[in-house]
Each structure stands twice: as C-alpha cells, then as structure tokens.
C-alpha cells in the first residue's frame, strides 16, 4: 500500500485548518468563560455580554477568513459551500443579537445614571458597530463564499457540456 505524501497547496490545508480552528475556537472558549453563568433575564448581564463579546469577535473572523481561503486555495468546494451556509447563519444569528443589544441599550439608557450617559453611550455605540461590522463580513463571507462554491462545481460540468456538444 503507497502512501502519497500532499504536495502543493495539499501540504499545507491540514495546519492551516487546524489554525483557523484555534483562532475561532479559542476566543468562544475564553468568552464562554468569562460570562458564565448565564443570567439571560438580567438585563445588565445581557449588556455586559454582549459588549465583552465584541472584543472577541475579530479573531474568529480571521480564522474563519483562513479557513475559507484554504478550503477556495485547496480546491474543497464542499468545505466552502458549509462554511459558506454556516457564514449565512452565523450573519443572522448575530444581527438578530444587535437588534437585541440594541433594544436593551435603548431599556437600560434611562436607568443611567447622568455622569456615566457619556461613557455608557460610548460603550453602546463601539460594540454595535463591532457587532454591524461582524455581521457584514460574515454576511460577505457567506455570499462569496457560496458563489465560488457553486461557480467551482458548475465549471466541469460546463467543460464537459462543452466536450459533448463539440
């Protein structure tokens, strides 16, 4: 039995997979822990969180970058058209929070105490736009991602409808 050793683009897929694993994983792990436990009802919390959780949100987006650039390099159509819907998800998922987020600044602005409105105002807006900016990147991700996917799988078939009818 031979054992064909990667070469090329090949060589390098598996690492650089398991890169884009730790640098989306590790930051989940470490945000999880620092907001446990959960305490959905208390409105504070849920602020808190959320604004913890846009500090976070860059990493992942590089690993998340690596890995679909790895899976379009390495030529894993199928990887890429999962990462893609999984982007597509994720996008929603985390628009749905800022419409939460911003719901709950909205609630908890009047509760604010006069000297904190700046920096609490502040705060707000600097995670909501982590948060927008999150969610358009996923969102470009997804969609480009999903289009190189589907142009990838279409392309043989082209070729081949091209062979038959030639």
Do not use: C
């Amino acid at each position: 039995m031979s054992h064909k050793r990667p070469d090329g683009p090949e060589a390098l897929a598996a690492p650089l997979y398991f890169l884009a694993l730790l640098l989306t994983a590790t930051p989940v792990m470490d945000f999880v822990s620092s907001v446990v436990p959960m305490r959905l009802a208390d409105i504070e919390w849920r602020f808190a969180s959320v604004g913890l959780l846009s500090g976070f949100l860059l990493t992942p987006l590089l690993g998340i970058a690596l890995a679909m650039g790895v899976a379009h390099f390495a030529g894993h159509q199928r990887f890429q058209r999962v990462m893609a819907i999984v982007n597509l998800a994720l996008a929603v998922s985390f628009f749905l929070l800022l419409l939460a987020f911003i719901l709950d600044v909205l609630q908890l602005n009047s509760a604010v105490q006069e000297e904190a409105q700046e920096a609490f105002a502040s705060a707000s807006l600097k995670a909501a736009l982590k948060h927008l900016t999150f969610v358009i990147a996923l969102g470009f991700f997804g969609w480009r991602g999903f289009r190189m996917s589907r142009w990838a799988v279409l392309e043989p078939r082209r070729q081949q409808a091209s062979v038959l009818v030639g």
